[in-house]
């Protein structure tokens, strides 16, 4: 609660990026669709599987899909909430004094055909890839330029 009344007063704030994420959803389900598809047509069940370790070798690998597929919808609720002393990033405060410096950076890598955002600061570096317009909102709080 201290950390709150310290905080200051809410200059602006940066919800989650819904059109990234479902876009991001829908194009690793499209991708597992094919890939069951490609291996269902090339071959085809013929009756039930043989033993119990298929039957675990088969939930193993839907359960791995799943998730992989579902993974940018844990990503629904994340938030930036800039204030005058501090940032709350994940309903974690963080006072801009603690941050020290921030700069924004977005790495691409080379098994990846989207890039990643980070907002860089001196404790650690911010995951805010799928936050809509964070650079932006930091920049129009904190300098008031876009």
Known sequence: MQEEQNIGKK???????VGKIIFRF???????????LAGVRSNPPQGPPS????????????????????????HCRDMIAFYENGIVIRKRPWMLTELGQISFMEVKSSYSLFARTYMCTEVRNFDI??????????????????
């Open 51 to 74: 033993s119990v370790l298929a039957v675990c070798l088969v939930g193993f690998i839907v359960l791995a899909a799943v998730l992989w597929v579902s993974f940018p919808l844990i």
């Open 129 to 146: 890839t799928y936050i809509k317009n964070g650079k932006k909102n930091f920049n129009r709080a904190y300098f008031e330029s876009i």
């Open 26 to 36: 829908m194009l690793r389900f499209l991708l597992a669709g094919i890939i069951v």
């Open 11 to 17: 200059l602006t704030e940066a919800h989650a990026n």
